[in-house]
């Protein structure tokens, strides 16, 4: 069957080439039909309970789920005509801008104040009058900081920092808006600082520049792939041949993939580099089509041969990373599913390349100038003396096998012990570099506010009126001191607080009035005066409308997943140590707890995916062998890289995050086309020629070579990605150049002395 | 002054009711938003009303506001008193509100909180706060000034079978909003709806009444809704019993009845 079509192919060379172009076509028509969606959050299904219960709380209490954050910060302390100035002009700029929440924007000239005066209570914006004299500014410091719930959210401890809190829509583009404040701030101007910071903006930035990174790297690497291809081959041809079946299964998958009318995804804009990794595996039949030319001396008979030897462990290694892939499909997470899915089309797509359109550009290939590429490589092999490295690392292998099989043992061991050491975490903003806008503005802010991350704690019961007891209240407030010990909490906010304010504006500011009230009468009128006086939003913040239930905000200074799972555990122990009454309970909430879920969800269903498609891929090696023994085999140069790679990262101690864990998939589509190579081009030759070692020795020559180049080709690749400017890029272009470097050696050296001593 | 204000006032209704079928031709669009006001704020010499106002929010939870509300005039679009005694939510009970509004400056107003006994000044120079966490600011429930805006005619169309004038009015000042638009009818001069544009130009709140009821001879928009477009919360108020011209002293508005709800006219 595989021989009618290839041999089809080499007989209708330009039929092929035709309809291969036709359908091309047909896919690239679907290209315009392109959505994009950049948001990660999107990674979970709008019906997942995290998603629904932040929306529940969201709207309860309502709170918006994006929230930008605007610091400025004046060396001089922000309490001064100019700058006060700047804030409310900054503020009614923002107001302005379409996507902002405008009702809910609170910087220092919308907040409200309940203060003293006199006799009379009075209410305002902070920044009602911009205050000139110097007597005025004192007042207003002195104003902010008996106000502990303005402290580090309105205005820094040190006076030199401020903050707008700028709600958007949830349709609205965070880095869209940000960019338009990023111009306002322009046209303010210094000696203010203004740092941006929020997860909106990480997110929709982080989305929009892994976009263009990937529209920017994969054609460098494809322009690399071609150079170094070039290099090797010396034929123009046979490099256009192998960045053609690239580029044609990026355009069938992706043209499936929009043609069917889902969104481009951020998991699934990595598809071409993934795609243009996996059809280097095409290098395998120009490498064998140079051994054979050289020995038959007739282009259309080394066609015809190549393909025969190379067709089944190019089939198998094909379609072991295609099963790979697909059964990513098994996991939870949909866009990780589709992405799975449509690299396995986009496989199948190479392999069919591979019989069709790979021997038709063959057969049209200039029998000159492939001698003209043949005898540069002949003159260089001459002058490595006949025998080529990778033969004597044949014999070297095959000599120091025992030495080779602890080293390996040892290593492996070690780097199992290193993978019990990986801290698994996900942290969004150090996707960025340090020197970025986005993590300095991140890191100002969380030195001198309360936290750029929320996270939210509610407070939930059935019994209306429940929030105006003074026991809950006291309750609420012994568990925000509880929650500040962490510290990386910097600030937490709840309906206690109102209330507790409120008591000692009307006792004449006394501080000693900052407490709860004993009576439940008191503390509900106290909310009904905020009801009557602020803005009524501030409390619904905090409670409920029934108040049946309360919201600690709770500001943190990390967007490590890592701390929200540890304020988990500390309302735990508390509740656990302080009984609640029965029918109440705390459940965390905002933006931080989602991040941590998402972590948790994403990271384990690609996890659990991955480890389904390990079993699923030794299955596949077993049946294609025929046998349990070879199917280990194959298997162990992709267990050993993955092994060892995962042992690396937990001994350097770099976190296990959404980039790391995306690694993994990668070597799926590597480290077994190298042994599916080798073990089935060694048995081919075994079966030829009944010498176990001559076999080994001629398999890490020959087929070896074409591993190399394969190798070669893919770090270069992948190397490039060291110059992006997301640091999930550098990772992966480090960890690739190794997993190369890792699944080639021990395709090379570990398995033909593991093969020379247990065969 | 005052009184060439009620004057002027009188005048306008005269011409009002004089020429009920073709106002539009003789009154300026000022005019009408005018005689709007006081047919709005200012109807009768004093009023009492017992008003039910539910806080709807977005999910459908509710909060009742249940107070007595006394308002005397003292000049026709100018000086007004209000007294307000809340009865429910329960747990504010007597808690009572009191705002002298003036022609010419900010309003005073009072609050009692019976908890601790203690009646302060608020200092209102925030006028487009809510009142009492209702969707209705201050300036909403007791008026804006008429030189405050300036007007045009859009158009006069049907509004639920009635016709009405369509104003628009643009803020002179700084305000709560950009632009309003008001559909007032032509018959009664009530505002039938009302639509508030924010910074962003965008629709955001809307108010409406649905049940105009004659009481006494004098036309009162007994259920009227306000709608915060943006944030899907509403509040829906409803006058349960309303009387005119009553007769209420002057020595209802003031601290010693802040303490103690004056039981003659509140039960």
New interface residues.
Partial sequence: MIKRIFGFSVEHPKLIILLTLIGTCVFLWQFPKIKIDTDPKHMLPTTSPVRVYNDEVD??F?LHADTIVLGISNKEGIINQNTLKKIALIT?SV????G????DVLSLSTV?DVIV?E???????LL?NIPETKSELETMKKVLYDNPMLVDRFISKDGKTTAIYIPIEPAANGKAIADLIRKIVKEVGSPEEYHLAGDPIARDTFGAQMFMQMGLFSPISGMVMCIALFFMFRNYTLVFTNMAVAMISIFWSLGLLIGMGYPVHIMSSMMPVFLMAISTDTVHIFNEFYFRFREVKDKRRAVIETMNTIAKPVFYSDLTTAVGFASLATGAIVPVKIFGLFVAFGTFVILIMSYTFVPAVLMLIKESSIQKALKREDIKQDKAQSTSWLVKLGNFSLSKRSAILKIGLILMALSIIGISQIHVNNNMVSWFKAKSEIRRSDKILNKELGGTSLAYFVLDSDKE?LI?EPSTLRYIEALQRQLEENPLVGKTTSVADYVKHINRV?HQNDPRFEVIPD????I???L??M??????ND??NVV???FKKANIWVQVKTWDAGVMRKLIQAVQKYTLNHPLPKSLKFKPAGIAYFNMVWNDEVLWGMISSFLASLVLVLGLLMFEYRSLKWGIISFIPLLATIIIIYGMVGWIGKDFDMPISVLSTLSLGMAIDFAIHFVSRFKQRYKEVPNLEEALVWTVGRPGKGIIRNAILFALGFAVMMFASLTPYITVGIFMALIMVLSSIATLIYLPALIDKFF | MRNIKALIMILVLGMVWAKPSFPGDTLTPEEIVRACYANFYYAGNDMKARILMK?I???G???IRELTMLRKNYAEGGGQKYFIY?HQ?S??KN?T?MVYKYPDRDDDRW?F????N?V???????KY?????SDFSYEDVSGRKIQEDSYRLLKEEELNGKSCFVIESLPKGSAEYTKRISWIDKVNYLPLREEFY???NEL?RQFEAFEIKDINGIPTATKTVMK?V??G?RTEVTFQSTEYNLGIGDDIFSERYLRRRPTEWIK
Avoid: C, W
């Fill in positions: 709207r309860l309502s009614q107001l302005k801008i379409k902002v929440i405008a009702q409200n005066k006799d009379s209570l009075e209410v305002r914006p009602d009126d105006k009307l009576s439940k009468e008191k509900a009128q106290y009904f005066l009801e009557m006086s602020a803005r009524p409390l619904n409920d409308y029934p | 806080l929010d977005k999910g939870q509710e909060r809340f939510p747990d504010v808690t509100f609050l909180i019976p908890a601790i203690l302060k000044r608020i200092a209102a120079n925030d706060s809510s009142f009492v966490g924010d910074k962003q955001y915060n943006k944030t919360h």
